[in-house]
């Protein structure tokens, strides 16, 4: 079993709606995770922190966390082109773990 | 530009050759890292530098070789690497070495090694 696993997509949404994307982790003890974005090309870039279950809101992202089921997901409403990229989805327990990323692609 | 300069961005290398990759950062932070990105693969954690001295070496093979003069400044040094060594290495840092708050990433070095 991947300790992090995302779908690897492309994940294809109409400018305008919400992009929901997935992640699940294998580590129980895990205490923080992170949403990266990276543009093709360009480095990761961080974008969303969380430490504990329930939702956080950063402008049109929301990252959304459930420790019991081991699952965390990043939200974008009103997606944008701009907003293709690859999504990386990192957790840290006594390390950090990154998954693949899923590759998102907003058609205009 | 993210804070973190890596050089060169390109490299072409044979695999008797030996080459060195040079990352820069200009945040001040006390952590830096080498990591492996693979196509459709997780980035592969490599080596970590706390304060210039090396706290993680993550099962690296022996043909490479970080060095970390000071906390601004670190080098991955490549002899006889294999064609699966291909990959876009990154270089990033942190403010501390615990882990992951805020890893700044440098722009990245894609390797090719024929």
């Known amino acids: 079993q991947k300790e992090v696993e995302q779908n690897s997509g492309p994940l294809s949404v109409p400018e305008g709606a919400i992009a929901s994307l997935n992640c699940t982790y294998s580590?129980?003890?895990?205490?923080?995770f992170f949403w990266y974005r990276q543009y093709s090309g360009k480095s990761p870039e961080l974008i969303m922190s969380?430490?504990?279950?329930g939702d956080k809101e950063d402008g049109r992202f929301t990252a959304q966390l459930n420790k019991a089921s081991q699952y965390v997901s990043l939200l974008i409403r009103d997606s944008q082109p701009s907003d293709s990229a690859t999504y990386l989805c990192?957790?840290?327990?006594?390390?950090?773990?990154f998954g693949a990323g899923t590759i998102l692609r907003v058609k205009s | 530009e993210t804070g973190v300069t890596q050089t060169p961005r390109h490299l072409v290398m044979g695999m008797t050759n030996k080459k060195s990759l040079k990352c820069e950062q200009h945040?001040?932070?006390?952590?830096m890292y080498w990591y492996k990105q693979s196509a459709k693969k997780p980035l592969e954690l490599m080596f970590v530098?706390?304060?210039?001295?090396?706290?993680e070496n993550n099962s690296v093979p022996s043909r490479f070789s970080p060095e970390c003069p000071n906390s601004s400044h670190l080098f991955l040094h490549l002899h006889t690497l294999q064609p699966e060594d291909s990959a876009l290495y990154l270089c990033?840092?942190?403010?501390?070495?615990?882990?992951?708050?805020?890893?700044?990433f440098g722009s990245g070095t894609q390797l090719s090694v024929l």
């Open positions: 990033a840092s942190s403010q501390d070495p615990g882990w992951a708050e805020k890893l700044f």
């Open positions: 580590d129980r003890g895990s205490q923080s």
């Open positions: 969380i430490y504990s279950n």
């Open positions: 990192a957790v840290n327990g006594n390390k950090l773990v």
């Open positions: 945040l001040g932070h006390n952590a």
């Open positions: 530098y706390s304060l210039e001295e090396r706290v």
